[in-house]
């Protein structure tokens, strides 16, 4: 019997994002990540293409985690107290990006001043030539103070700032628009206020060929079959030509896959699970390698031997 | 679904008297105006104005063209009118994709008309009707719809470039016809793959029709749910084009949020 044709004819592409700017392009990196724009279902080479290969940015706190289990303790721990240092280390094992969050902005969590952010931004700057992601805390009210001053401490680094709500964009966009930075679109878990939350954004004045999306994670186990399923709907939608639902896709896999109970209880209660410094890395590319078939471009990781696990993967896929 | 503005058409006195006194404003503001709500195509039809028909489409073309790049449609009945229509409107605006509208299924028109289609690489729009006259039931209607359709990619047409037009009636003179055309569709797009696109003439189902607008997107949303392709309609409709745009997303075509009329909009550039 013959093989029958599957081949689909796509009307739509996902848009292509760069990130960070060279000194040619008005910043300081030494180069820029592109992401995006994908004419296909992913790594099916003969649906379409892959131009860029999905880019990997590791995690980078602006203070020490106190919550991250031992076998991340052993790559970071040394260097997690200083955000420039740490930055220095997460390039050093590879990254294509820092993945920074302004976690010590957080009322609760030390409760930094803005400019004491601008601070902790300018110095991963200096730092390290990587392009770079730069989270708020979280709380709606602080990023709205915070956020704008990060945006202009890096001004001209074309930076992809997270992120805008259906409630929270405004102060985001106008910021990331007067500074020229990306953004992230966020939606969790729910395609249609995704695409809501395009539109709003839109309104401002922001490009929709600036914005990556971020439909939140879910780690493997833990409901990660609803992140696949919007994921694999987002791409058709921008495959079959929905401009509103063309951008690139961001993931936070190390932070979901961290957070599991595989990837966090000592040997002694989960003897049967294997060794930890084995299980967690491994929980962490596994979740990264199934949402990488829906159709991530940019993944957070943490751990060393996801990253290579993860690169080692997409090598294989887009030679396949 | 790609929309065919309908309004440019001799058998309206404006256009007709645009026509005949080369009155390029009145053409341009009502393309305009289809173009804003939302036209893919825009229909050109002389209808009966008055002198060289051939002229006159050229000049409606051109005319048209000189607002938008979207594609014409060449509408005429007459085939040996088309016959010397379409080589020298394709010669006239090149890299413009041209829609024959329309063939029918009597082999004297296939053999005039699907060449012609084949040579300029144009669309082509076909009836499902022959000698015979139009179908009073579902089976005639297939039965020349499969015709067509076999002629046409005999010819050479790709299938993305054929379009079949299962005739709509109006309500007030031809009981059951709708849903007859309707169930053709249905019939057509079920024995082809991949089907062609299917097209109606949307105003004639309310022509005469004191509700003409109620019945116009009443029916149009029937029709895309029976697989409805294509239309040609009054794009400046708003009511009608909001009725389409809701189907569509009902219908999975578009991806619902909050504000999804906005949405189509915007990715037509509109908004």
Redesign the interface.
Same mark, same amino acid.
């Given at each position: 019997m013959a093989i029958p044709d599957v081949k689909q004819k796509w009307s739509g592409r996902v848009n292509t994002v760069t990130i960070g700017a060279t000194k040619a392009e008005g910043g300081t990196r030494g180069r820029t990540v592109t992401i995006g724009g994908e004419t296909g279902i992913p790594f099916l080479s003969f649906d379409g293409e892959t131009p860029h290969p999905p880019a990997i940015a590791l995690d980078v706190l602006d203070k020490a985690p106190l919550d991250w289990p031992e076998p991340l303790r052993e790559i970071y721990g040394d260097v997690w107290s200083d955000p420039a240092a740490w930055a220095r280390r997460a390039k050093e094992l590879g990254a294509d990006l820092i993945n920074l969050r302004l976690v010590s902005t957080h009322p609760e969590e030390g409760d930094r001043s803005p400019e004491e952010a601008a601070d902790t931004v300018r110095a991963v700057l200096e730092a390290v030539d990587l392009p770079l992601v730069i989270w708020g805390c979280d709380v709606p009210a602080k990023d709205q103070r915070v956020m704008p001053k990060v945006a202009e401490a890096a001004q001209g680094e074309n930076c992809l700032l997270g992120a805008c709500t259906e409630t929270e964009y405004r102060t985001l966009a106008a910021a990331a628009q007067a500074y020229r930075h990306k953004l992230i679109a966020l939606a969790p878990c729910d395609i249609n206020k995704q695409k809501q939350v395009n539109i709003l954004i839109s309104d401002t004045g922001f490009p929709l060929t600036d914005l990556v999306l971020y439909p939140t994670t879910a780690s493997l186990g833990y409901g990660m079959e609803y992140v696949y399923s919007i994921l694999e709907r987002g791409r058709l939608a921008a495959l079959a030509g929905d401009r509103l639902m063309a951008q690139p896709v961001i993931l936070d896999v190390g932070y979901e896959a961290w957070r599991s109970k595989e990837a966090r209880i000592g040997d002694e209660a989960a003897a049967a699970w294997g060794p930890l410094h084995v299980r967690g890395a491994a929980w962490e590319a596994v979740t990264a390698a199934d949402l990488l078939q829906g159709g991530a471009d940019l993944l957070i990781l943490r751990h060393i031997k996801a990253v290579e696990v993860v690169r080692s993967l997409i090598r294989d896929l887009l030679a396949a | 679904m790609i929309i065919f503005g309908e309004r440019i058409n001799g058998m309206y006195r404006d256009v007709r008297t645009a026509i005949v006194e080369r009155d390029k404003s009145v053409i341009q503001r009502l393309a305009k105006a289809q173009l804003d709500g939302g036209a893919d195509v825009m229909d050109l039809n002389v209808g009966p104005a008055k002198g060289d028909a051939v002229e006159h489409f050229v000049w409606l073309a051109q005319t048209v063209h000189e607002i938008t790049d979207k594609p014409l449609s060449l509408d005429s009945a007459k085939a040996d009118l088309l016959v010397q229509v379409v080589p020298r409107v394709a010669e006239a605006l090149p890299g413009t994709k041209l829609i024959i509208n329309s063939c029918t299924a009597a082999p004297d028109y296939m053999a005039k008309l699907l060449p012609l289609a084949a040579k300029y690489g144009t669309s082509i729009i076909g009836l499902t009707m022959d000698q015979r006259g139009v179908p009073g039931n579902v089976e005639q209607r297939v039965e020349c719809g499969a015709a067509f359709l076999m002629g046409a990619v005999e010819a050479g047409i790709p299938i993305e470039d054929i379009y079949i037009d299962p005739i709509i009636l109006p309500v007030n003179v031809a009981h059951k016809q709708q849903v007859h055309s309707i169930e053709a569709i249905r019939q057509l797009a079920l024995v082809n793959d991949p089907p062609p696109k299917f097209i109606i003439g949307l105003s004639n189902v309310s022509q005469k029709c004191l509700l003409n607008h109620l019945l116009n997107r009443t029916y149009l949303v029937m029709a895309l749910a029976a697989g409805l392709d294509a239309a040609i309609l009054d794009a400046a409709d708003a009511e009608l084009i909001e009725a389409m745009i809701a189907a569509e997303v009902l219908l999975g075509k =578009?991806?619902?949020?909050?504000?999804f009329v906005?949405?189509w909009k915007? =990715?037509k550039g509109l908004a």
């Open positions: - | =578009q991806l619902y949020s909050d504000e906005k949405a915007m =990715q």
